[in-house]
């Protein structure tokens, strides 16, 4: 029997409060010195694109250089255990994505951090993941597509990491329609469409804003958006397509336990007003991204309902008991 799935998924950065020693002042001088914004994944994924947005913006608003670093692997654990391992001194601050943050700790033992280890300051953008193929495969629908698949023959999905909300998708997918497909995960959106496009995959859940860039090189069956999504507005949702799920990933930024609130409140103000900017939302718009502006309040509860939604999912799909 087929069930049903939804889930809206969602990333982060934020910055640690200043020690009171060395270089730094107290919690008021904030920020004093360099802010380092580390990124969990690979150079050109959604992460570094917005991060690298917002830079001019927050060393403007903040009056300090920040320097963006990256901290790739197992889908952006890798980076998130380094996050919840900085010290609380406000000058380092990480990305965030939901649901990465939720499913990995969910169902790995050795995740390397728990979820209520990230500090959460704002979430600022989403993207609907879509399902696409090569635009010369000859599957022109996503009928087409899970005939295919039921074929008998091996069919590889390309995503970018692990427990990821790409890597939920497939799940869903496959368990909706019964399914024996393999997912092939990288460490980043970018390797992940790169190995796509590369031949090296039949096909990919893709972020739409991978999907609007690179929409002539391929044939895009569906979208998990809620909604027919503005930029893409002839590819039908999953839901139109008669499979019962939505699929997308939000970003946002974080800093580590017992960041001083004084700290968070700077970083949060600056976040948010960088992501109500008119002229960014425009161009996120325009790129593929959905704008977002959620505090860090909003966002902590949405983290909490998610992850009630996700523990459920993931019981139906057999990865936790």
Known sequence: MKRRFSFTVAAAAAILA????????GAGDYPSETITYS??????GQSDVEARRQEPMLEEKLDTEVNITYKEGAGGAVGWTELVSEQPDGYFISGMNIPHIILQPMTQDDAGYETEQINPVAIFQGTPIGLAVPADSGIETLDDFIEEADS????TIAGSGTYSGHHLAFMQLSSLEELDMEYVPSTGAAESIQNFLGGNTDAIF????DLVKYKDDMNILAIGSEETFEAL??????????VDFTASIDR????????????????EDTFLEIAND????????????EP???????TQNYIEERTEEFEETMRELGEIE
Do not use: H
């Not at 893709?206 to 804003?209: I, K, L, V």
């Not at 507005?233 to 008669?242: I, L, M, N, R």
């Open 233 to 242: 507005p002839d590819v039908p949702t999953f839901q139109e397509e008669g």
């Open 252 to 267: 946002g930024v974080a800093v580590p336990p017992d960041t001083e609130e004084e700290i968070i409140q700077t970083l």
């Open 18 to 25: 200043v020690s009171g020693c060395g270089t730094g002042g």
């Open 278 to 289: 008119e002229s960014v939302q425009e161009e996120m718009i325009n790129e593929g991204f």
């Open 292 to 298: 977002l502006a959620m505090g860090r309040e909003d």
């Open 39 to 44: 990124i969990p994944f690979g150079p050109g």
């Open 152 to 155: 008998g023959g091996q069919v």
């Open 206 to 209: 893709a972020n739409s804003n």
